[in-house]
């Protein structure tokens, strides 16, 4: 087989140099391929003298775009994903590899305890991994990990999921559940970044519930709405027992909470409908 690494990289002028390098003393890599996402600084040149093939964008369209055009342009039959600020070990990439020639059609490098830039964003990929591991009844060890090896042919039937910004990981790796092919972690260190993270608090807290959503509705939405739905019309149970003992009559509560709970599972229902169609494929 052969394999293609795609590094998405925007102004990692200080760090795309080494991480090159070091890929390159891997004799079983067919090609690497550098996207340029409107970077302002020497990332292009400095990857091309390093030996890598180089896609610029005109402008910064966002780390999922810069995945989506490394993909397209990729030739390997297996495409290793990974970050060119050095945080991910080259070393790691033939551990990887292993794991897809075991049978796995998707292989993520599961940063252990240590390697999260902050204890914010630990505690963050701690409950996306509980979440996944809930709706997919599947051990999720680290759902926002951007170091992984795919099967080309398989990652590329879903990159009209993949949004545009940096919650790639996380569809990908739900789409693979979803659709029933092989997903295996493996245990890696991620070391710090070189250079000035791209992350924002505020924009991460946004995100942050933008991932929990985008779980539920790749996956399984009922599977969300439901326990909601069930607590509404518990709720509502209890306060017409309550309101039928003390006052002998249902009140408008009751209706609300009863009305609030047939409404979110119905939503659930037809999220889940959609949720299918997404996934049928083209005869």
């Given at each position: 087989m052969k394999y293609s690494v795609v590094l998405p990289a925007k102004n990692e002028a200080g760090a795309i140099k080494e991480t090159i390098h070091k890929?390159?003393?891997?004799?079983?890599?067919?090609?690497?391929?550098?996207?340029?996402?409107?970077?302002?600084?020497?990332?292009?040149?400095?990857?091309?003298?390093?030996?890598?093939?180089?896609?610029?964008?005109?402008?910064?369209?966002?780390?999922?775009?810069?995945?989506?055009t490394g993909a397209r342009n990729a030739l390997g039959d297996v495409i290793i994903?990974?970050?060119?600020?050095?945080?991910?070990?080259?070393?790691?990439?033939?551990?990887?590899?292993?794991?897809?020639?075991?049978?796995?059609?998707?292989?993520?490098?599961a940063r252990q305890k240590g390697?999260?830039?902050?204890?914010?964003?630990?505690?963050?990929?701690?409950?996306?991994n509980n979440l996944a591991t809930y709706m997919s009844d599947h051990k999720v060890e680290d759902l926002t990990s951007g170091f992984r090896a795919v099967r080309a042919e398989k990652f590329k039937e879903f990159i009209y999921l993949l949004p545009n910004g940096f919650s790639y990981p996380t569809t990908s790796t739900m789409a693979f559940f979803r659709a029933g092919y092989s997903v295996a972690y493996i245990p890696i260190h991620a070391a710090k970044r070189i250079g000035k993270?791209?992350?924002h608090p505020i924009k991460d807290s946004v995100r942050f519930f933008l991932i929990i959503f985008k779980?539920?509705?790749?996956?399984?939405?009922?599977?969300?709405?439901?326990?909601?739905?069930?607590a509404l019309f518990i709720l509502a149970t209890a306060w017409y027992g309550y309101t039928l003992y003390e006052y002998s009559r249902f009140t408008n509560m009751s209706a609300l909470l009863y009305t609030g709970s047939?409404?979110?599972?119905?939503?659930?229902?037809?999220?889940?409908?959609?949720?299918?169609?997404?996934?049928?494929?083209?005869?």
């Open positions: 890929i390159r003393q891997l004799d079983f890599i067919y090609e690497i391929i550098v996207v340029n996402d409107g970077s302002t600084d020497d990332t292009q040149k400095i990857a091309e003298q390093a030996g890598a093939i180089v896609i610029s964008h005109p402008y910064s369209k966002g780390n999922g775009a810069a995945i989506k994903f990974m970050d060119a600020d050095g945080q991910h070990d080259p070393d790691d990439i033939s551990r990887l590899i292993a794991k897809i020639e075991e049978g796995y059609d998707l292989v993520v490098g390697s999260q830039a902050s204890v914010g964003r630990g505690v963050a990929n701690s409950l996306y993270s791209h992350i779980i539920a509705t790749l996956y399984s939405p009922l599977k969300m709405f439901l326990p909601f739905a069930v047939i409404m979110i599972f119905l939503m659930g229902l037809i999220s889940e409908q959609i949720t299918a169609l997404m996934y049928k494929k083209d005869e």
